[in-house]
Nanobody, 124 residues
């Protein structure tokens, strides 16, 4: 069973930056695609970014393209989300997720395990 633990959330002013981290337990990290999702109050969970096991395949939601960057370090069983130029509408709980596949995709149905989430609040 893979467990994911997110960290790095917090409160930041509009235009600021945050870096989220997600550490995975278990041996299958290097063969799993990893993604970030978010859920704002009263809204459905939405896709943010995904990275393939090799790191060469990356997918972003249109709303974060050019502002967020996903990366991974297979030696540390970790995936990261660098968030720049943050906006109040980025406020949400951010979740790390993983799925056993070789390609990048934003389809929520392709993820097998999820973290507990970390809160990101952007003030205007």
């Amino acid at each position: 069973q893979v467990q994911l633990v997110e960290s790095g959330g917090g409160v930041v002013q509009e235009g600021g930056s945050l870096r989220l981290s997600c550490v995975a337990s278990g041996r299958s990290f290097s063969t799993a695609a990893m993604g970030w999702f978010r859920q704002a109050p009263g809204k459905d969970r939405e896709f943010v970014a995904d990275i393939s096991p090799s790191g060469y395949g990356i997918t972003y939601a249109d709303s974060v393209e050019g502002r967020f960057a996903i990366s991974r370090d297979n030696g540390k069983n970790s995936v990261y989300l660098q968030m720049n130029s943050l906006k109040p509408e980025d406020t949400a709980v951010y979740y790390c997720a993983g799925g056993s596949r070789s390609y990048s995709s934003g389809d929520q149905g392709l993820y097998d395990y999820w973290g507990q989430g970390t809160q990101v609040t952007v003030s205007s």
